[in-house]
């Protein structure tokens, strides 16, 4: 069965840093590419930072140039930084993976738990 299980939220002065973690396990052919979302509470789902296997990153208006996206793809690991944090991006930060459990099985998306961000004085 895979997983995908976020850490390194928590609570953070604006103008601060994190370093949020997505590791994915179990059963993994091949993963297409990873990202990360976040919802704050009344709002939708919205991406953040996406990258394909490739190497190519996307990231949304409001977070370019202060959130980098990285990954480990010998760990199978998807990294954010979030510096300059602002109080509005403050919300639940979800990772999320498009990958293969088998070589002839399907394409499916897969979603971690979610690790709370708060940014607060």
């Known amino acids: 069965q895979v997983q995908l299980v976020e850490s390194g939220g928590g609570l953070v002065q604006p103008g601060g840093s994190l370093r949020l973690s997505c590791a994915a396990s179990?059963?993994?052919?091949?993963?297409?590419?990873m990202g990360w979302y976040r919802q704050a509470p009344g709002n939708q789902r919205e991406l953040v930072a996406t990258?394909?296997?490739?190497?190519?990153?996307n990231y949304a208006d409001s977070v370019k140039g202060r959130f980098t996206i990285s990954r480990d793809n010998a760990k199978n690991t998807v990294y954010l930084q979030l510096n300059n944090l602002k109080p509005e991006d403050t919300a639940v930060y979800y990772c999320?993976?498009?990958?293969?459990?088998?070589?002839?099985?399907?394409?499916?998306?897969?979603w971690g738990q979610g690790t709370q961000v708060t940014v607060s004085s």
């Open positions: 990258t394909t296997n490739g190497g190519s990153a």
């Open positions: 999320n993976a498009l990958l293969k459990g088998v070589a002839w099985g399907p394409w499916y998306t897969y």
């Open positions: 179990g059963s993994i052919f091949s993963i297409n590419g």
